[in-house]
């Protein structure tokens, strides 16, 4: 399917409200007029060739003699200009739903994995609400879906999910530690995540899921570096820095309207305060 057919196909048969329509064919419109102008197929892009478009179309005026070339320039730009980070990352939220459109009509086989091109500045300044029961049951189908035609890395971005279900904060997730990770023998297990002092906190029994969840991704865990002991590792056997369970949350919530186009949006604390259960959201 030529792409331009694929965003009108996509938009005339989704559940996108009419103001968000016309907000992603304007963003969409753009990706695709600068793939062609950049002789690149659409339909084989890497994360790199977004950021040149995002570059290219918006954020020079704002970088100054910056290239956008990774974490920091983000950073820099949601520290300085946070209305600016806000509309980019909407434009990946756009380029996500338009991908996963691309996968489940088989145009695709994998959706490129935009995680790292986020800000993760929220859109609104909303304290975190809860998820509704029907928006958690959305939430916990889209972090079933999500495998490795989503994200290299899936099993990690399932566990920080199911983390965040328990209650743990986004700092305390990246924080648990293997040395306090327990098995039971129930098979299920306990963990204490220690705090900015290294001192160590709530012990949290794991759901089913989130033990299943740990299991898978235990087997397939990165070497740590040496002295590393962070369950939760990246890129090299290092730790993720505490802007990545967001990241995650924001682009697994993307991959469905309902959680797409939520306001106060998706976020890795909404999660913490949402719970697997309909019990009292967090302080």
Wanted: charged share 25%.
């Amino acid at each position: 399917m030529d792409p331009r057919a694929l965003l009108d196909d996509w938009l005339a048969t989704g559940a996108l409200r009419p103001s968000t329509q016309g907000a992603y064919r304007q963003e969409v419109t753009s990706w695709l007029t600068w793939c062609q102008t950049a002789g690149v197929d659409p339909y084989t892009v890497g994360i790199e060739h977004v950021a040149r478009w995002s570059e290219d179309r918006y954020l020079r005026p704002y970088l100054g003699t910056r290239l956008f070339d990774g974490p920091e320039a983000l950073a820099i730009l949601a520290d300085e200009h946070p209305e600016v980070a806000k509309s980019h990352d909407r434009r990946v939220t756009a380029l996500t739903q338009y991908y996963t459109a691309a996968c489940d009509r088989g145009i695709l086989h994998a959706a490129p994995d935009f995680t790292m091109l986020r800000s993760g500045v929220d859109r609104d300044g909303q304290a975190p609400r809860r998820l509704t029961p029907m928006e958690r049951a959305v939430f916990l189908t889209v972090v079933g879906m999500w495998g490795k035609a989503q994200a290299r890395h899936y099993l990690r971005d399932r566990l920080i999910a199911y983390l965040l279900l328990e209650g743990l904060r986004p700092a305390e997730v990246v924080r648990v530690d293997m040395r306090h990770l327990y098995e039971q023998t129930d098979f299920t297990y306990q963990v204490r995540a220690p705090d900015d002092f290294e001192n160590v906190g709530k012990q949290f029994t794991l759901e089913p899921l989130t033990g299943a969840a740990l299991k898978a991704y235990l087997k397939e865990r990165p070497r740590p570096e040496e002295g590393v002991h962070a369950l939760i590792l990246g890129q090299g056997g290092r730790p993720v820095n505490t802007r990545y369970p967001n990241l995650v949350i924001r682009h697994i919530a993307d991959t469905h309207p309902l959680l797409a186009q939520r306001t106060p949006p998706v976020t890795a604390d909404t999660v913490a305060h949402t719970g697997y259960w309909d019990t009292p959201p967090a302080e």
